[in-house]
């Protein structure tokens, strides 16, 4: 939470969903929404396959070793978090 100028506190979310869209619909009602409308508090929305390299924008992976499933790579997800204000211990 950081301090605006006039005093007020100005709550700053970073959300990172490989759906960003499915959070548009909710922020824009209720309490959330008010605050947005009002720049209390701020909402960015981040897709962790805009960080991939790949031609597919792949995210996930099979997992070491062979097995059943998929995980995630780890450079999708950290380094939106790397550039992330609100997340300092990511740098």
Known sequence: MTVSIDGAPHLRFD???LFPDFFTSPLQSGLIGKALTRQ???VNLT???D???DKH???DDEPYGGG???V???DPILLPLSRCPSCPDAR
């Open 57 to 59: 924008h792949r995210v």
């Open 15 to 17: 959300v990172v969903s």
């Open 72 to 74: 995630m790579k780890p």
């Open 68 to 70: 059943v499933g998929m």
């Open 47 to 49: 897709n962790p396959r």
């Open 51 to 53: 960080f991939t390299t």
């Open 40 to 42: 209390i508090a701020e």
